[in-house]
């Protein structure tokens, strides 16, 4: 049973533009949200991560948004580059709970 | 700084068989996770490893199974091979029981292949 949905599958964008991917979540335990990025042959990586006292968090040109009524929350990749082309998946977890629940994961290529 | 590493990358094996998989954590962590991810898939939990014990585990049959040693090294072992068992199994290492509590280091992963 998936308890992180995310999509798309798979997206393109233009060098420069905009990168959108979506999660949403059932267990209204879940108290943390990290996103990973996998490169082809590596492991994931950690990101970026929420919880759900804020509403939005940025480290450079990446940001989550985090909307905890409508049990979603998303990543926005701002002025795409070519090396952003990777794997990304969306996570939760609750506390005291020590295993992270994963989305099926989106591929992102961008266009130079 | 040498980061979590994972032996072998690759292998094959038959159905039926066993594998054993290894584990070194990142240098100054303790807690050892494994994860399955299939092809095209986002990463599923099996098991983590804290002072030599299994602390929690996901939704695996009992032909998975790990350990821990004394150095926080980890082997996950997986008997009685089946096609479906193919897949990517990477080790995630923590500083203490970092599930929600911070980040988890993966290694590049052990690709195993059941033919």
């Known amino acids: 049973q998936q308890q992180v949905k995310q999509s798309p599958q798979s997206l393109i964008v233009q060098k420069g533009g905009i990168s959108i991917i979506n999660c949403a979540y059932e267990?209204?335990?879940?108290?943390?949200f990290p996103w990973y990025q996998q490169f082809p042959g590596k492991g994931p990586a950690l990101l970026i991560a929420i919880r759900p006292d804020v509403s939005e968090k940025k480290e450079g040109r990446f940001t989550i948004s985090f909307n905890k009524s409508a049990k979603q929350f998303s990543l926005h990749i701002m002025d795409s580059q070519p090396g952003d082309s990777a794997t990304y998946f969306c996570a939760a977890s609750k506390s005291n709970d020590y295993k992270l629940s994963f989305g099926a994961g989106t591929t992102v290529t961008v266009r130079a | 700084d040498a980061g979590v590493t994972q032996s072998p990358t690759h292998l094959i094996k038959t159905r039926g068989q066993q594998v054993t998989l290894r584990c070194s954590p990142k240098?100054?962590?303790?807690?050892v996770s494994w994860y399955q991810q299939a092809l095209g898939q986002g990463p599923q939990f099996i098991f983590q490893?804290?002072?030599?014990?299994?602390?929690q585990r996901g939704n695996f049959p009992d032909r998975f199974s790990g350990h821990q040693f004394p150095n926080y090294s980890s082997e996950l072992n997986v008997n009685a091979l089946l096609l479906g068992d193919s897949a990517l199994y990477l080790c995630?290492?923590?500083?203490?029981?970092?599930?929600?509590?911070?980040?988890?280091?993966f290694g590049e992963g052990s690709r195993l292949t059941v033919l």
């Open positions: 995630a290492s923590s500083p203490g029981l970092a599930g929600n509590t911070g980040e988890l280091f």
């Open positions: 267990n209204t335990a879940f108290d943390y």
């Open positions: 490893y804290y002072e030599e014990e299994e602390r």
């Open positions: 240098s100054g962590h303790d807690t």
